[in-house]
């Protein structure tokens, strides 16, 4: 689904890749990529990522869900409101993207988006599973740990897509938290990783602690906690291998490291040291990481309920261009 957005005034005469980065506060190159793979566009007229915004232009974001809240959003603003306002319309879309996997009394599973946290965080201001919950009327009555992670009981980094699991009780809370502190609940991904992996089915066990360069980096170091990756191999392509991955652990960046440590980043990860020209390449902004399964025994009535996702149209589309280019 797509969801289209008018040109704010202070764009209007600006280039569209330049547009682009700064509504969506990405790089150049990145908005570049965006527009170049068309799901970034303008209504009506072909448009190169040099093409200059008309004030009666509409960019319309394919990879964002059409609501009335565009322009809900932009009604009574003056013009210069409406520069402030660009990352609330993104921050809703995402919020409006994010669709219900599964839904009881005690349990949601949420398809979250990419640019969506799965809870409050010191720094960060975009959208969050809980608030979107909340925002549609799907109550998480669990009150056990953090005020700001309620119901929470394993996550996904905010550039991550794919499903997650919410309880909506505390009953269920204290139920998964053993599930998930036992690894019996099975958690699929599907990752996108450079070169060929040499192995058709490996394990990686490796101790996960935090980089001493940064804040936000992971590395495999001796005073890590332990962490264990399975993965097998579903299609290769020479320039990269697409493999399913099973956490027996669930440490923070875990894929994303551990494949690192051996040789083979995910595409399109800049923070793990990716090729940047492959990602461009196959107009990837992000790393090509999903959750795509999650199997668990339910809290309350024993019984295990498997859940399905798909690929976001990003992924798709670069998964695509990756077996084009491998022919």
């Not at 809290?299 to 798909?310: A, E, F, L, Y």
Request: aromatic share 6%; with cysteine.
């Amino acid at each position: 689904m797509q969801n289209n957005m008018p040109v704010p005034e202070d764009l209007v005469g600006c280039r569209f890749d330049v547009a682009i980065a700064k509504l969506r506060n990405i790089s150049r190159s990145k908005a570049s990529d965006l527009i170049s793979n068309g799901t970034v566009h303008i209504v009506n007229r072909k448009a190169n990522k040099s093409a200059l915004l008309l004030s009666s232009d509409e960019i319309i974001f394919e990879d964002l869900v059409s609501e009335n809240f565009v322009a809900k959003i932009y009604e009574n603003k003056t013009s210069k409101e409406e520069s402030q306002v660009s990352n609330q319309i993104l921050n809703q879309a995402i919020e409006q993207s994010m669709t219900i996997a599964y839904k009881d009394e005690d349990i949601v599973v949420v398809d979250k988006p990419v640019g969506m946290a799965a809870h409050k965080a010191q720094g960060w201001c975009g959208p969050t599973v809980g608030e979107a919950l909340e925002k549609r009327g799907i109550g998480i009555s669990a009150t056990a740990g953090d005020e700001n992670r309620r119901g929470i009981v394993s996550r996904l980094d905010a550039g991550t897509s794919g499903l997650m699991l919410v309880c909506r009780t505390d009953f269920a809370y204290e139920e998964m938290k053993k599930q998930f502190a036992n690894h019996t609940v099975k958690k699929t991904y599907y990752a996108l990783v450079q070169g060929n992996l040499d192995k058709d089915k490996a394990t990686i066990e490796a101790p996960i602690g935090r980089a001493k360069v940064s804040d936000f980096r992971f590395t495999i170091t001796p005073s890590g906690k332990p962490a264990i990756t399975h993965w097998d191999v579903l299609e290769r392509f020479g320039q990269a291998t697409l493999a399913s991955v099973n956490l027996e652990t669930g440490r923070t960046h875990q894929i994303r490291v551990h494949f690192t440590s051996i040789g083979h980043p995910l595409v399109g990860d800049s923070m793990y040291g990716a090729n940047p020209v492959l990602a461009q390449k196959l107009g990837l902004t992000r790393q090509w990481l999903h959750s795509m399964e999650l199997t668990f025994t339910h809290p309350r009535t024993g019984k295990v309920i498997t859940v399905k996702s798909n690929y976001p149209s990003d992924l798709q589309h670069a998964l695509e261009a990756m077996r084009a280019l491998s022919k």
